[in-house]
């Protein structure tokens, strides 16, 4: 079967750096995306990779492993309104997408 | 520029009621998808469509009907509401069908069935 996992929750301090790690295991890969969810909103795109490496994009980062099929999606220099579910997911070989449960993140002054 | 808009944002029904949730896409895009959203799971693909006049079955189907009669809006029926649809329901559109197709999403519609 296809999965992803994320952890449920993650707590972390105004400033600092946080680690939002995932892990797949999907029939086929064709890229994966991160999305942020604030809470009663609409998930918004963050991110996308498909080759092995690092993404950067601001205080955001996203990273991918094929081999080890594992992504991190890496907040520097958090902020309150960081406050929110990340969701992993990925595309498979239909090209149809699986997501995780999502990663909620709570940011303490 | 509006992107998805759906309409109702919240819905009571009794069981065994029936609706329809609108989604409406001012982007032109080709692609448009309806999930459901509950607790502790991810989003769960019910119908898509890849184009005007045409759907297609998700993960989550059953109990569920949509139609595309023109390329800016899909809609989401549910004939006979049961207290397991009880769910965030999201209707979202895509410009490709590939594997970096990004997906705008509405606000999202909260149903509660009785």
């Known amino acids: 079967g296809q999965n992803i996992d994320q952890p449920t929750e993650m707590t972390a301090t105004e400033g600092a750096i946080v680690q939002i790690n995932c892990t797949y295991q999907?029939?086929?890969?064709?890229?994966l995306f991160w999305y942020q969810q604030h809470a009663g909103e609409a998930p918004t795109f963050l991110s996308y990779?498909?080759l092995d490496g690092l993404e950067e994009k601001g205080r955001f980062s996203s990273f991918l492993s094929r081999s080890k099929g594992y992504s991190y999606l890496l907040l520097k220099e958090l902020q309150m309104k960081d406050s929110a579910s990340y969701l992993c997911a990925v595309s498979d070989s239909n090209y149809q997408l699986i997501w995780g449960a999502g990663t909620k993140l709570i940011i303490k002054p | 520029n509006a992107g998805v808009t759906q309409t109702p944002k919240f819905r009571v029904l009794k069981t065994g009621q029936s609706m329809t949730l609108l989604c409406a896409q001012d982007?032109?895009?080709?692609?448009m998808y309806w999930y459901r959203q509950d607790p502790g799971m991810g989003l769960r693909l019910i119908h898509y469509?890849?184009?005007?006049?045409?759907?297609a079955k998700g993960e989550v189907p059953d109990g569920y009907n949509v139609s595309r009669l023109k390329k800016q809006n899909f809609l989401l029926g549910l004939e006979s509401a049961a207290p397991s649809q009880t769910s965030v329901y999201f209707c979202a559109s895509s410009h490709k069908w590939d594997g970096a197709n990004v997906l705008t999403f509405g606000a999202g519609s909260r149903l509660t069935v009785l």
């Open positions: 469509s890849v184009g005007e006049g045409t759907t």
């Open positions: 990779n498909v």
């Open positions: 999907t029939s086929g890969f064709n890229g």
């Open positions: 982007m032109n895009h080709e692609y």
